[in-house]
C-alpha cells in the first residue's frame, strides 16, 4: 500500500440518481447524500489495483497488514483497497515509531490488532456503548 491520495486509486462515479427537489432551493432540501457512492479506479493505477486483488485474494493470504500512514487519508486508502477487493481476512495493524530497519523489525513483532486502533466511534458494537457525561459511571458491555 502507498501513501497516495485516495482520489489516485479510486474516483467516485458520477453520482447515483437522486430523487433532488426542483424549484426554490431551501436547507430543507439539505443535505442530498446518495446511499452508495460507487467508486470506480482511475485508469492509470488500476494495473497497481489490480495487482494488489490478485495478491488478496490468493489462498495462503490468510492476514491483511495495514501498514498504510496512520491519518485519514492512508487509513481511507486502505479501507477502499480492502471494500473494492471484498477482503475477508482479518487485519492486523504495522504501528511505526521510526523507518530504520531495526524499528520495522520490532513493528513487525509487535503487530497491533486493527479494531484496537481504529476510531472509538466506530469499533464494531461502539453504538451500544453508554455514551454522554453518565458514561463514566455505566459500564461498558
Same mark, same amino acid.
Given at each position: 500500500?502507498?501513501?497516495?491520495?485516495?482520489? *489516485?486509486?479510486?474516483?467516485?462515479?458520477?453520482?447515483? &440518481?437522486?430523487?433532488?427537489?426542483?424549484?426554490?432551493?431551501?436547507?430543507?432540501?439539505?443535505?442530498?447524500?446518495? *446511499?452508495?457512492?460507487?467508486?470506480?479506479?482511475?485508469?492509470?493505477?488500476? *494495473?497497481?489495483?489490480?495487482v494488489?486483488?490478485?495478491? /488478496?485474494?490468493?489462498? *495462503?493470504?490468510?492476514?491483511? /497488514?495495514?501498514?498504510?500512514?496512520?491519518?485519514?487519508?492512508?487509513?481511507?486508502i486502505? &479501507?477502499? /483497497?480492502?471494500?473494492?477487493?471484498? @477482503?475477508?481476512? +482479518? /487485519?492486523?495493524?504495522?504501528?511505526?515509531?521510526?523507518?530504520?530497519?531495526?524499528?520495522? &523489525?520490532?513493528?513487525?513483532?509487535?503487530?497491533?490488532?486493527?479494531?484496537?486502533?481504529?476510531?472509538? +466511534?466506530?469499533?464494531?458494537? @461502539?453504538?451500544? &456503548?453508554?455514551?454522554?457525561w453518565?458514561?463514566?459511571?455505566a459500564?461498558? +458491555?
Amino acid at each position: 500500500m502507498s501513501s497516495r491520495r485516495p482520489s *489516485d486509486t479510486c474516483s467516485r462515479s458520477r453520482l447515483p &440518481r437522486v430523487e433532488v427537489k426542483r424549484g426554490k432551493w431551501s436547507f430543507a432540501n439539505l443535505p442530498v447524500i446518495p *446511499d452508495h457512492f460507487e467508486l470506480n479506479p482511475i485508469a492509470r493505477t488500476e *494495473d497497481r489495483l489490480k495487482v494488489l486483488s490478485r495478491l /488478496i485474494k490468493r489462498k *495462503d493470504i490468510d492476514e491483511l /497488514i495495514n501498514a498504510c500512514d496512520a491519518g485519514r487519508e492512508g487509513e481511507l486508502i486502505f &479501507r477502499l /483497497i480492502a471494500q473494492h477487493t471484498k @477482503a475477508r481476512q +482479518p /487485519i492486523r495493524r504495522l504501528w511505526l515509531q521510526s523507518m530504520t530497519p531495526g524499528a520495522i &523489525r520490532e513493528a513487525f513483532e509487535k503487530l497491533r490488532s486493527d479494531e484496537a486502533l481504529m476510531p472509538w +466511534p466506530t469499533r464494531p458494537g @461502539a453504538a451500544q &456503548r453508554p455514551t454522554g457525561w453518565w458514561a463514566s459511571t455505566a459500564r461498558a +458491555p
